[in-house]
């Protein structure tokens, strides 16, 4: 599986989600790609949550930076997603998507998602 998203179902509400994307190394054939995280609540659209580059640098959705945290372990090219102070709104369900630039083209994989419920 090229990309794989893993993590609890199900939050209470005030909690931190954590997720965590796991990328096959055979899917970067490149040193250069983005990773990013996207969501898609019930019954909406998808919305971009953050990413972060292959030099490191994070860049946040607006609307959620202050609650966003995202961050790699380059060893075994694992991702994370940290989302603070969950609430009912964030049920959705979350997508990791790598981005692999190459000298004439560009490539984007998407993971399946995995559903995340925030309810007490």
């Known amino acids: 599986v090229p990309l794989q998203e893993s993590g609890p179902g199900l939050v209470e509400p005030s909690q931190t989600l954590s997720l965590a994307c796991t990328v096959s190394r055979a899917s970067i054939t490149s040193d250069y790609y983005y990773l990013g995280w996207i969501r898609q609540p019930p019954g909406r659209g998808l919305e971009w949550v953050g990413a972060i580059t292959f030099s490191g640098a994070t860049y946040y959705n607006p609307s959620l930076k202050s609650r966003t945290s995202i961050s790699r372990d380059t060893s075994n090219y694992h991702f994370t997603l940290q989302l603070t102070s969950m609430t009912p709104e964030d049920t959705g369900v979350y997508y990791c998507?790598?981005?692999?630039?190459?000298?004439?083209?560009?490539?984007?994989?998407w993971g399946q998602g995995t559903q995340v419920t925030v309810s007490s």
């Open positions: 998507a790598i981005r692999v630039v190459e000298l004439d083209a560009e490539h984007d994989t």
